[in-house]
């Protein structure tokens, strides 16, 4: 992709776009209770052709959202998580100015989550399957450390913090 057609989305997340991390219910899943930590990008304009651009090179979401006031008009919504906002903030870091911080986060977050499954050690219960030669075998029901749950929601605090959304948790 051309750097100066980089230029011109990274100037669009930087004026109009949301660069976070968001944090999910914890989920129940045989006997684990784990929250969500989501890297995400997202772009609400009225302008429809900016966000196909954005949509065109980096892929994710493309929708439409209803007017939030009544005279107003709909907005379009490009988003993109995970894997997906951790490259595309690869991309437009080196033009990105008033987002920098928080891609500088997406990047610790993804670098931790890239551990994770080493980090699936507290046993809360326990389940019985059956072994191949129908024996039962016992196998605990893992949930991440606390160390691990506590890093992830200190950068989403952080990012929080960043985003000037702190006072409302």
Partial sequence: MQKTTLAYLAGIVDGEGYVGIKRSKAYRCQGRQTPGYHARIQVRMVDEPAVAMLHKAFGGSLYREKPHCNNGRPLH??????????????????????????????????????????????????HIMTHWTGCPVKIPNLRFSDAYVARLDALWSDMRKLNGLARFQ
């Fill in 77 to 126: 919504c490009w988003c993109v998580s995970d894997a997906q906002a951790e490259s595309t903030c690869r991309m437009l870091w080196p033009f990105l100015r008033v987002k920098r911080s928080q891609a500088k986060l997406i990047f610790r977050l993804r670098r931790t989550q890239a551990n994770g499954k080493r980090h699936r050690t507290k046993a809360v219960g326990f």
